[in-house]
């Protein structure tokens, strides 16, 4: 059983930057795959970005590519969200998840909806005009 904790969500203003951070225990995750997802208010559940863990390979929903960065520190078992350039629109709570599976399963996650096993209780994130 994987568990995920969610840190780093807060309320800025639009143009600023946000790190969160999705601390994993209950197992090695070297072929997990790992992903950030968000849902407003009233709206359904969207795929932010999603890594591969044992490949480093990386998705990232076409919104926030170029904005957002997915990475992961190894030896700490913590997923991040780096998000620069935040707008009005990324006001959210942000899930991380993760799952046991393929490169191709974690691309899926991302452009297709597939579900990954275990989800964290999630992070507010807040933007202001």
């Known amino acids: 059983q994987v568990q995920l904790v969610e840190s780093g969500g807060g309320s800025v203003q639009a143009g600023g930057s946000l790190r969160l951070s999705c601390a994993a225990s209950g197992d090695t995750l070297s072929n997990y795959c790992m992903g950030w997802f968000r849902q407003a208010a009233g709206k359904e559940r969207e795929a932010v970005a999603t890594t591969y863990i044992s490949s480093g390979s990386t998705f990232y929903a076409d919104s926030v590519k170029g904005r957002f960065t997915i990475s992961r520190d190894n030896a700490k078992n913590t997923l991040y969200l780096q998000m620069n350039s935040l707008k009005p629109d990324d006001t959210a709570m942000y899930y991380c998840?993760?799952?046991?599976?393929?490169?191709?399963?974690?691309?899926?996650?991302?452009?297709?909806?597939?579900?990954?096993?275990?989800r964290g209780k999630g992070t507010l994130v807040t933007i202001s005009s």
């Open positions: 998840a993760a799952s046991r599976g393929s490169r191709q399963y974690c691309e899926g996650a991302l452009y297709y909806g597939y579900v990954l096993d275990y």
